[in-house]
């Protein structure tokens, strides 16, 4: 899994986890507002970006690896998830509370649909649209890509394989808050934009039921992108989270 790292090493990490069908570029327009010392950790997930070539195999398999990087720092991290990547923050601060001082959590579908089959079913025949152009970029504006980094998404985007589309949108579908999430001890902060889809500001209401001294924010003026929409509040907010 391809990762980069920047600032101080020894300062206390955070980890940066980006969703499903973009890679770790998408944080560096909030990036650029955190200090510059600042020890972060950006990667590409598998089968994504320049991870591509690894294919994307469960969630939990995905943690597994996540739990390697921060070993290595050899302290508790914050880390911080859009989307797929809020997902996968919950899930490590549930298998791995001891790597995890506090988690941002943005955006995290939490609440598993039913009706899975026919949903991957048109997906599956309609994959190859994230290779057209034109598709990408009218996904490309759902997301708020800033325009700076649409050649990014578009990259990202062509090199999306069928099978890791087809297993990142079957786990993200199914996704519900996993039994440790609710004895996790540390700090949790909930983010949703007041003008995503009632499943998501529902999904975001469980996380925080399932964890009750978690802190829930609905973000106003934002939908399904707030790290590239308020890129500099997120940055503000992550930092005041982190000084507790």
Same mark, same amino acid.
């Given at each position: 899994?391809? @990762?980069?790292?920047?600032?101080?090493?020894?300062?206390?990490?955070?980890?940066?986890?980006?969703?499903?069908?973009?890679?770790?570029?998408?944080?560096?327009?909030?990036?650029?507002?955190?200090?510059?010392?600042?020890?972060?950790?950006?990667?590409?997930?598998?089968?994504?970006?320049? &991870?591509?070539?690894? !294919?994307?195999?469960?969630?939990?398999?995905?943690?597994?690896?996540?739990?390697?990087?921060?070993?290595?720092?050899? #302290?508790?991290?914050?880390?911080?998830?859009?989307?797929?990547?809020?997902?996968?923050?919950?899930? @490590?601060?549930?298998?791995?509370?001891?790597?995890?001082?506090?988690?941002?959590?943005?955006?995290?579908?939490? @609440?598993?649909?039913?009706?899975?089959?026919?949903?991957?079913?048109?997906?599956?025949?309609?994959?190859?649209?994230? #290779? %057209?152009?034109?598709?990408?970029?009218?996904?490309? #504006?759902?997301?708020?890509?800033?325009?700076?980094?649409?050649?990014?998404?578009?990259?990202? !985007? +062509? +090199?999306?394989?069928?099978?890791?589309?087809?297993? !990142?949108?079957?786990? %993200?579908?199914?996704?519900?808050?996993?039994?440790?999430? &609710?004895?996790?001890?540390?700090?949790?902060?909930?983010?949703?934009?007041?003008?995503?889809?009632?499943?998501?500001?529902?999904?975001?209401?469980?996380?925080?039921?399932?964890?009750?001294? &978690?802190?829930?924010?609905?973000?106003?003026?934002?939908?399904?992108?707030?790290?590239?929409?308020?890129?500099?509040?997120?940055?503000?907010?992550?930092?005041?989270?982190?000084?507790?």
């Amino acid at each position: 899994m391809h @990762l980069e790292t920047f600032g101080r090493t020894g300062e206390p990490p955070l980890l940066l986890l980006h969703g499903g069908g973009v890679a770790g570029w998408m944080w560096e327009p909030m990036r650029a507002h955190l200090p510059p010392h600042a020890r972060v950790l950006v990667p590409d997930l598998p089968g994504h970006g320049r &991870s591509a070539a690894q !294919s994307y195999a469960s969630h939990r398999a995905t943690v597994d690896l996540l739990a390697r990087i921060l070993e290595k720092e050899g #302290r508790p991290a914050t880390v911080v998830g859009f989307s797929l990547g809020a997902q996968l923050a919950v899930l @490590l601060a549930a298998v791995r509370p001891e790597l995890v001082e506090r988690t941002v959590v943005i955006s995290a579908q939490a @609440l598993r649909l039913r009706m899975t089959g026919p949903t991957l079913a048109l997906l599956g025949a309609t994959a190859g649209l994230a #290779r %057209n152009e034109r598709f990408a970029r009218l996904q490309a #504006r759902e997301l708020f890509v800033p325009e700076p980094h649409l050649a990014d998404y578009l990259q990202t !985007s +062509s +090199s999306l394989s069928r099978e890791t589309l087809l297993t !990142s949108v079957e786990e %993200n579908l199914r996704f519900a808050p996993p039994a440790g999430w &609710s004895t996790f001890p540390g700090a949790a902060l909930i983010l949703v934009g007041a003008a995503e889809k009632k499943l998501m500001r529902r999904s975001a209401a469980a996380l925080h039921a399932a964890l009750p001294h &978690s802190t829930l924010e609905v973000v106003d003026g934002c939908g399904h992108g707030i790290p590239l929409q308020r890129p500099e509040w997120l940055a503000q907010r992550i930092e005041e989270a982190r000084r507790g």
